[in-house]
């Protein structure tokens, strides 16, 4: 509360601590997770018809016709639940632009009226892209399996946009980076 009794709030999108305060104090961080913390990943959304959405920093493609698909998703998702079922799934690398897009999808925004309220959707077969993103690909689910605490995921890529060379969203140590 201020001197006059009034009520401020930090501006939208300002950082109101230079940490996460409910982080795992770095000690007791695991070797693991301290080594995969610093392997910089690409920031990609993961869509289904349905529709639903998650944001994945473990993703890998693989050349070779087909093109493959690999990557680590929460078996708990809305996500996989609507992929497995569809059988389908569409994936966009995101860019700077899209943080608060990528907190949203990955739980960490609030999203009052649903995931997908709120921002301009292309429909594709695979489920919505983000309108401003140009490039993404669609997969068909090939299958998953148990890996670690979340599921491999493999899949074909069926259709592949190529947009512009928009700088990548990364996320290294922690937090969202991008190339300069």
């Known amino acids: 509360m201020n001197e006059d009794g009034s009520v401020s709030f930090p501006e939208p999108g ?50 070779g016709e087909p093109g493959r698909l690999l990557g680590i998703v929460d078996d708990e998702s809305d996500l996989w639940a609507a992929a497995s079922a569809a059988e389908r799934f569409a994936v966009a690398p995101l860019a700077a632009a899209h943080r608060q897009l990528a907190d949203r ?13 709120g921002d301009d959707w292309t429909e594709t077969p695979y489920g919505p892209v983000p ?13 998953a399996r148990e890996f670690g605490w979340g599921l491999l995921v493999e ?23 991008e190339l300069r």
């Open 105 to 117: 999808f990955a739980g960490i925004l609030p999203a009052p009226g649903g995931l997908f309220r």
């Open 131 to 143: 309108a401003g993103v140009g490039t993404w690909v669609g997969c068909r689910l090939d299958g």
């Open 14 to 63: 300002a950082q109101i601590h230079s940490t996460d305060p409910f982080a795992t104090p770095g000690q007791a961080r695991s070797p693991v997770r301290q080594l995969r913390g610093r392997l910089a990943s690409t920031v990609t959304l993961w869509t289904a018809p349905g529709p639903a959405g998650l944001t994945v920093s473990s993703t890998v493609v693989a050349g």
């Open 155 to 177: 899949a074909t890529i069926e259709a592949v946009e190529v947009g512009p060379d928009d700088s990548p969203l990364i996320h290294f140590r922690g937090r969202y980076r």
